[in-house]
């Protein structure tokens, strides 16, 4: 059996010292060296196989961390696991204890497109695997053609109703394979459109007119948020068929990264897809003449197959159904607690398919630095995350080391 693990790290805008990544934000060497530290002591903690990381402006300043986090773990290795020379270096206690370190030539980087110079930087994602590669990686930022969204009008007279385009991702989803044991996975991250408005700057001004809090606008506050839901649902569909078209390629499928809504937000569940109706042979035909014409029960379980083939699943509620635990968070504020960072994992995953190829054994999540912003005592620390790492520990099945 082979045991493996995958992880998500959203790190809060990894960059090295003395650069402006957002306006009159950057760090001191001191500050630099602190989250170095920081995000070497996490990698430690999860000693993930696979990790997902996101709001990376620079892979040096990772590579910088991976490098800092292997001395670590050699260090260690070289204090708690005997040689051979011991006779007891055999004991399983001391396979568990050992750390692995990362490889850099295992790290993909996927720089965002939109980066800009000095106060416009924008960030993207990487993934980093103890396992390498198979093939090349895939970033899918510029669509080659724009995603246009027709909105069908609500009565059949009244024509077009409108659409939203969308040209870019405002941020790139990653895709790789990783090879582990006789399988290969297909990880997909990502970092959806956040929660923060977009607001429009007319020509020549020198800002949004909804930026300026003096001058509250209520109304054009929420079209900017608006704004970012229709952005990130759209993200949320772009990234919808990459995974079904992996799916249908008969490849088992992880999805990762920081989705910034909750597993039940439309967005989310764009990703995820349909949750399949209990019974279709209760439902009226699409092209139903009386009120008698219902699916049948062929195709109740037709249409079910069908749906529960692409359907993703969060690792997250496999471990709370497993272990009665219900209080995972990956982020605070405004006193809500809730958990944005997702792993969601294809049926291949899933405990009620007999033709699975792996058990979901456990999940973890390290969140004991996240504090909420909102309340005075206790700000969370501008140099750590504010987002929590999540972790699924994974078992290879009919898979022989």
């Known amino acids: 059996m082979t045991d493996f693990t995958i992880a998500s790290f959203n790190v809060k805008n990894l960059i090295g010292a003395d650069q402006e990544f957002y306006q009159f934000l950057s760090y001191t060497p001191e500050e ?7 995000m070497a002591d996490q990698m430690m903690s999860l000693d993930a196989d696979i990790i997902g990381f996101q709001e990376i402006f620079e892979e040096d300043a990772l ?3 991976i490098g800092e986090a292997n001395t670590r773990a050699h260090n260690l290795n070289a204090a708690t696991i005997p040689d051979e020379t011991k006779r007891y270096h055999r004991k399983a206690i001391f396979r568990k204890l050992a750390t692995h370190p990362w490889p850099k030539d295992g790290l993909v980087f996927a720089p965002n497109s939109a980066d800009g110079g000095p106060g416009e930087r924008r960030p993207g994602v990487a993934v980093l695997s103890r396992f390498g ?17 027709p909105f069908p009008a609500l009565r059949g007279d009244e024509g077009d109703a ?4 969308l040209t870019r991702l405002s941020r790139p989803i990653l895709k790789v394979r990783v090879p582990v044991g006789d399988q290969v996975i297909t990880i997909f991250n990502c970092h959806l459109k956040s929660k923060l ?3 429009i700057r007319p ?9 300026d809090l003096t001058r509250y606008d209520p109304v054009g506050r929420a079209l900017g948020a608006a704004r970012s839901a229709m952005r990130r649902m759209a993200e949320a569909w772009v990234l919808r068929k990459l995974v079904v078209a992996e799916i249908k390629a008969g490849h088992p499928v ?18 995820a897809g349909e949750v399949p109706f209990k019974n279709y042979s209760w439902m009226l035909r699409h092209d139903a003449k009386t009120d008698r014409d219902r699916y049948s029960r062929e195709e109740n379980k037709q249409i079910t197959g069908a749906v529960e083939a692409v359907r993703l699943h969060s690792a997250e509620k496999l471990f709370v159904r497993k272990s009665l635990r219900d209080m995972v968070y990956t982020s605070a504020f405004g006193g809500v607690f809730e958990s944005i ?16 190829i792996a058990d979901m054994t456990y999940f973890s999540v390290l969140n004991d630095h996240i504090t909420d912003g909102s309340h005075p005592e206790a700000p969370y620390n501008k140099l750590a995350s504010d987002h929590g790492q999540i972790m699924a520990h994974l078992t290879l099945l009919g898979d022989e080391e």
Do not use: C, M
């Not at 909750?262 to 967005?267: I, L, N």
């Open 197 to 199: 408005g977009e607001f």
């Open 254 to 271: 992880a999805v990762l990264g920081d989705f910034n809504d909750g597993e039940h937000a439309v967005s989310s569940e764009i990703i």
């Open 133 to 149: 590669f198979v093939g090349d990686p895939e970033i899918i930022q510029d669509l080659p053609e724009p995603v246009t969204i």
């Open 32 to 38: 630099y060296a602190w989250k170095r530290d920081w």
């Open 341 to 356: 960072d997702q792993i969601f994992l294809s049926r291949h995953f899933h405990p009620d398919n007999p033709k699975r």
């Open 63 to 65: 590579l910088d961390v």
């Open 203 to 211: 020509e020549g001004a020198p800002f949004a007119p909804e930026a």
């Open 162 to 165: 409108g659409s939203y385009t």
